[in-house]
């Protein structure tokens, strides 16, 4: 809405005020009473509605403000995010390389293991095959 742009309103009360010595010029010319001039309808309404513009442009100041208060703050939240994302990231680094390390002993000891394990199997099988040769020479 244009009624709400602060460019707007500074028009429409610069209009007023050009009213406002126009006015006041001719009621100097017509040699009128100051008292005259203050109760003149005209001059009343022209002022008043200076008055309303000044309002509104208060208004629009305010909610400038405010806007740039908000971008400000959702700039530094952002940022802070960042931060700790990169924080984040270093302790993730980290971790991966402690897990690394870890996974590289585990893999380590089970190599290691894995020899002996194969050799328990290897043992275990040649016991039950000689076994079953001396249960089948027994029975023959």
Do not use: C, H, W
Request: charged share 55%; no cysteine.
């Amino acid at each position: 809405m244009g009624s709400k742009q602060k460019k707007t309103q500074l028009g429409r009360k610069e209009y007023f005020e050009r009213k406002l010595k126009e006015r006041l010029a001719f009621l100097s010319e017509k040699k009128a009473e100051p008292s005259q001039i203050e109760k003149d309808p005209r001059v009343k309404n022209l002022r008043a509605s200076i008055r309303a513009v000044d309002v509104r442009l208060q208004a629009i100041a305010k909610i400038e403000q405010r806007t740039a208060e908000l971008a400000k703050a959702k700039v530094e939240k952002a940022a802070a995010a960042l931060k700790a994302r990169e924080g984040g990231e270093e302790k993730e680094k980290e971790k991966k390389e402690k897990g690394k390390e870890k996974g590289k002993e585990k893999k380590e000891k089970e190599t290691k293991k894995a020899p002996e394990e194969g050799k328990e199997k290897k043992k275990k099988e040649k016991k039950e095959k000689e076994g079953k040769e001396e249960k089948g020479s027994e029975s023959a």
